[in-house]
C-alpha cells in the first residue's frame, strides 16, 4: 500500500496538471514527450520531467516537478491569493477586446465630423468675438484654422484606436483633443458624448492593442498576447452602469407617470403597435414603464450566460428604436457594439475559425493566444547572484505594476459610482435639475418647453433700458438649442459676456450695462414658470460652484398634480375652439408680474386657475378670482400682477382671428399641409433609394469636412489666402454656414 500511495498520487495530479494544461483558457500546449509511471503501466503525454530529487527514482517524483505552462505557474503562485485582485488578474483572451477597439474607432471616425461638429466649424469656432460656454472660463478656442487640426488630429487618432497602430498616443491624442472640444462647450453636452470620452480614456487603460492590430504585427512580445481580466471588467461595469444608473434615475414620478417623454408613440417604429393599443397606452407603458424595466434589467441580463441572449435581443430592438426616433449620433451603434463585448473572451477567435477557408487571410489569428509574462508571470531565481537580484527586481516591478493598474481602475470605478451623485457638492450648477447635464446618466428623464425669453439691459449709468434679441452673440447651433437658458452657470458667462460686448461697442453708449433675463419655462408639462428673478441684475448676481445660486427661482412641485387636470381643460378648450386656437397655462410667484404682449390677430383670454391677479392694460385694473375670465386687447400689451399669498395660475387662451374668419385662408393652409405630407420626398423613396441618398449626403458632409481642414493646414503652413475682389474665400465660408444652418 505504501509503494502504491506515491503512484497514484502522482497519476492523481498529474491528470489535473494535463487538464489545466492551458494558456488562456484556451491555452498553448508545450512541446511535450510520452513517459510511462512504472507503477501504473500506463502511458501519459506530459512534458519532460525535472528531478528535483536525485535520491528519488521517476516514480518518486512530486508534480511540483513537471514544468507548468505560463498560465499554470500563474495559477499555481496565486493559489492561496484567492480574492478580487486575483480575479481580476487571471488571463484572458484579447480577441473580444481587440475586437470593441476596432468597432468604437470606427464609429468614432463617423462621429467626428458630424455630432462632434468637423463640418461646422467655421459656423462654431470662426468668430473668435461670440459668447462661449466654456466649462473653465480660461478655457478659450482656438484660432479657426487650428480648431480645424486639431479635429483631424482626432479623427487620424480614432483611426488609430481603430487599427491598432501606435495605441497609447493614439489613445492619448484621442483624449487630450476629444475632452478639449467637449470642455468647450457645455451647451451640447449629452451622456453619450460624455461616455465617448471614458471609453477612450479605459481603453488606454487597457491592452487592447494585442489583437487584430498594427503594432502586435510588427511587435511579436504584444501579438496575440491575453490581457488581464480587468480590462474586460472595467468597459463591463462602465456599460452596466449606463443602464443600471439611467433606470435609478428614472425612478422618479415625472418618469413613471408619463411626462417626461410625450409624442413618441405618433412615430412609425411604434406603428405595428398602434393596430392594438392606444397612443396614450403606448406613451406610458411601452415607453416609460417598459423603458425603466429595461434600463434596471438590461446590465443583468448582459452579464450572465443564460440571460444574456434575451439582453441582446430586447437591447438591440430597444437601440435600433432610438435610432430611428432620435438624432443622437453615433450612440445608438455604439451601444450595439458594447453588447458583443460581454459574450466569451474568445468569440472572435472561435468565430474566425468557423469561417471558409478562403477568407483565412483577411480574418484575424485563429491561434491560442499567449500569456504576457511580462505581466503575469515570476520570473525564475538564477544561478548567480547577480541573475537573483535580477530576477528579484523582475518580480518587484511586476507586482508594482499589477498593484498600480488595478489601483487606477479602481479609482476609476469610484469616481463613476460617485460622479452622479455630487451635486450636493457642485451646488452652483444646479437649478431644476442637478448639476450640469451629460454625467449623471439621466437620459430622457427631462423635456422642456420654453414659453418666453426677455432680455433686458439697463446703463445704470443713464437709467436707460434696452431690449436684446436673446441669443445675440452666440453661434447659431448654441443659440438655437438655448441650453444657456436653463442653468445657472451658463446664464452667468452669458450675462458677463454680453455686458463686455455691450461695453466694447463704443455707438451703443452703454457704459455700466446691467443684464435681467426673463425666462419662461416648463419641465415634464409644468406650468410655464420663471427659472431666474428677473429683478436681479446677473453680471453683479454672485455665483460659485459649491453654491447655489439665490437668484434661482425653485420649480413648483406643490404644482405638479395639476398637470392631470391641464390635460382635461386643454382638451375641453380645443373641443369647443376652432382648430386655430392655443392654450399655455402660466404660474407666478407672489409679487411678481408678467408683461405680455398681444399681435394684432390674436385674440387673447386670460382664465384663472388659481389664486388672485390684477390685470393692466390701458391705464385700467382689472382683479380676477379664481375661475374668472378676462379678455385682453390685441395688438397691445398687458401687465398681470400676482397679489396673492400663494402662487397664481392662469391660462391663456389664444385664437389666430385671421385664419378662423377666412375660409379661404383655411382651406390653402389645409391644403399646404396635405401637399406637404403627400408629397414628402423621403417617404416616397424605396429603401434602396434612402440609403443611397444617406450615403450620398454621409460622403459629401465628409468630403467637405476634409477639404476644410486640409485648407486650414495649407492656411497655417503657407498663410492664409486675402479674400479676392470676386470674394471667393469669402463666400466659400458663407457658403459653409448656409450647408450647416440647413443641416440643422
Avoid at 313 to 327: C, E
Avoid at 421 to 448: C, E, K, P, R
Avoid at 603 to 622: D, F, M, P
Amino acid at each position: 500500500m505504501n509503494c502504491l500511495q506515491p503512484s497514484a498520487l502522482i497519476l492523481a495530479e498529474a491528470t489535473t496538471a494535463i487538464k489545466n494544461r492551458k494558456s488562456c483558457k484556451a491555452g498553448q500546449f508545450e512541446k511535450t514527450e510520452k513517459i510511462k509511471f512504472p507503477e501504473i503501466g500506463r502511458e501519459m503525454s506530459s512534458p519532460g520531467i525535472r528531478n528535483r530529487h536525485p535520491g528519488k527514482g521517476k516514480g518518486d517524483q512530486n508534480v511540483e516537478d513537471v514544468p507548468m505552462s505560463s498560465s499554470q505557474q500563474y495559477r499555481k503562485q496565486n493559489a492561496d491569493n484567492v480574492g478580487l485582485v486575483s480575479f481580476l488578474t487571471q488571463p484572458e483572451d484579447p480577441a473580444n477586446l481587440g475586437v470593441f477597439r476596432i468597432l468604437f474607432g470606427i464609429l468614432m471616425m463617423i462621429d467626428i465630423p458630424q455630432e462632434r461638429g468637423m463640418s461646422g466649424i467655421a459656423t462654431r469656432w470662426g468668430d473668435s468675438t461670440l459668447c462661449f460656454f466654456p466649462l473653465f472660463n480660461w478655457l478659450k478656442p482656438l484660432p479657426v484654422d487650428w480648431m480645424f487640426v486639431v479635429y483631424l488630429v482626432m479623427f487620424m487618432a480614432a483611426f488609430g484606436i481603430a487599427v491598432g497602430c501606435c495605441y497609447r498616443s493614439s489613445c492619448l491624442l484621442f483624449i487630450i483633443t476629444y475632452w478639449y472640444i467637449f470642455f468647450l462647450d457645455k451647451t451640447v453636452w449629452n451622456n453619450h458624448s460624455y461616455l465617448y470620452g471614458l471609453i477612450s480614456v479605459m481603453l488606454l487603460m487597457t491592452n487592447a492593442n494585442r489583437y487584430w492590430s498594427i503594432d502586435g504585427y510588427f511587435n511579436e512580445s504584444i501579438r496575440n498576447t491575453c490581457v488581464p481580466r480587468w480590462n474586460y471588467w472595467l468597459i463591463k461595469f462602465q456599460i452596466f452602469l449606463v443602464f443600471f444608473y439611467a433606470g435609478v434615475k428614472k425612478l422618479d414620478m415625472d418618469w413613471m407617470s408619463g411626462y417626461s417623454m410625450t409624442g413618441l408613440s405618433k412615430k412609425w417604429v411604434f406603428d405595428p403597435f398602434r393596430m392594438f393599443v392606444s397612443d396614450e397606452f403606448i406613451d406610458l407603458y411601452m415607453v416609460h414603464i417598459c423603458g425603466l424595466i429595461f434600463d434596471l434589467s438590461e446590465g443583468f441580463l448582459l452579464l450572465f450566460d443564460k440571460t444574456r441572449p434575451i439582453g441582446v435581443f430586447f437591447g438591440s430592438m430597444f437601440h435600433l428604436m432610438n435610432s430611428q426616433m432620435f438624432s443622437i449620433g453615433m450612440f445608438p451603434w455604439t451601444m450595439l457594439a458594447s453588447m458583443p463585448f460581454f459574450f466569451r473572451s474568445d468569440w472572435p477567435r472561435r468565430l474566425s475559425r468557423a469561417m471558409p477557408a478562403c477568407f483565412v487571410c483577411f480574418l484575424p489569428l485563429q491561434d491560442d493566444p499567449k500569456v504576457d509574462t511580462r505581466f503575469t508571470e515570476r520570473s525564475e531565481n538564477g544561478s548567480t547572484v547577480s541573475e537573483q537580484r535580477a530576477g528579484e527586481c523582475q518580480e518587484r516591478y511586476i507586482y508594482i505594476r499589477k498593484t498600480f493598474l488595478i489601483g487606477l481602475a479602481s479609482f476609476y470605478v469610484i469616481v463613476q459610482l460617485f460622479l452622479p451623485w455630487s451635486h450636493f457638492i457642485t451646488q452652483g450648477y444646479n437649478a431644476w435639475t442637478n448639476g450640469l447635464y451629460g454625467y449623471s446618466w439621466d437620459m430622457m428623464v427631462h423635456s422642456w418647453s420654453t414659453q418666453h425669453i426677455r432680455v433686458e439691459v439697463v446703463d445704470m449709468a443713464t437709467s436707460k433700458s434696452n431690449f436684446l434679441i436673446p441669443g445675440v452673440w452666440i453661434a447659431g447651433f448654441s443659440r438655437r438649442k438655448s441650453r444657456w437658458s436653463s442653468h445657472p452657470d451658463m446664464t452667468k458667462q452669458y450675462a458677463t459676456c454680453l455686458a463686455r460686448k455691450l461695453r466694447e461697442h463704443a455707438e451703443l453708449n452703454i457704459s455700466d450695462p446691467a443684464v435681467y433675463f426673463d425666462i419662461w419655462r416648463s419641465m415634464n408639462r409644468r406650468f410655464q414658470q420663471r427659472i431666474f428673478d428677473p429683478r436681479v441684475d446677473i453680471v453683479k448676481a454672485p455665483w460659485s460652484p459649491f453654491e447655489k445660486p439665490k437668484w434661482v427661482l425653485p420649480l413648483m412641485v406643490d404644482l405638479s398634480p395639476w398637470r392631470s387636470k391641464l390635460d382635461e381643460i386643454e382638451q375641453k378648450a380645443l373641443s369647443e375652439n376652432n382648430n386655430y386656437t392655443d392654450v399655455v397655462f402660466v404660474a407666478d410667484f407672489p409679487g411678481l408680474n408678467l408683461e405680455n404682449f398681444v399681435k394684432e390677430d390674436l385674440n387673447a383670454s386670460i382664465t384663472v386657475l388659481e389664486g388672485t391677479v390684477v390685470v393692466e392694460q390701458g391705464g385700467h385694473n382689472v382683479t380676477l378670482e379664481k375661475n374668472e375670465v378676462h379678455t385682453v386687447q390685441s395688438n397691445d400689451t398687458h401687465i398681470v400682477h400676482t397679489v396673492s399669498q400663494i402662487p397664481s395660475c392662469w391660462m391663456y387662451l389664444y385664437t389666430n382671428t385671421t385664419l378662423a374668419n377666412n375660409v379661404t385662408l383655411q382651406q390653402h393652409e389645409q391644403e399646404q399641409r396635405t401637399h406637404k405630407r403627400n408629397s414628402s420626398i423621403w417617404k416616397n423613396l424605396t429603401m434602396v433609394e434612402k440609403f443611397e441618398f444617406f450615403m450620398v449626403k454621409k460622403i459629401f458632409l465628409f468630403a467637405d469636412s476634409f477639404q476644410d481642414a486640409f485648407k486650414a493646414v495649407r492656411n497655417i503652413v503657407h498663410g492664409r489666402q486675402k479674400t479676392g475682389s470676386d470674394g471667393k474665400e469669402e463666400g466659400s465660408r458663407q457658403d459653409h454656414e448656409a450647408k450647416d444652418t440647413s443641416d440643422e
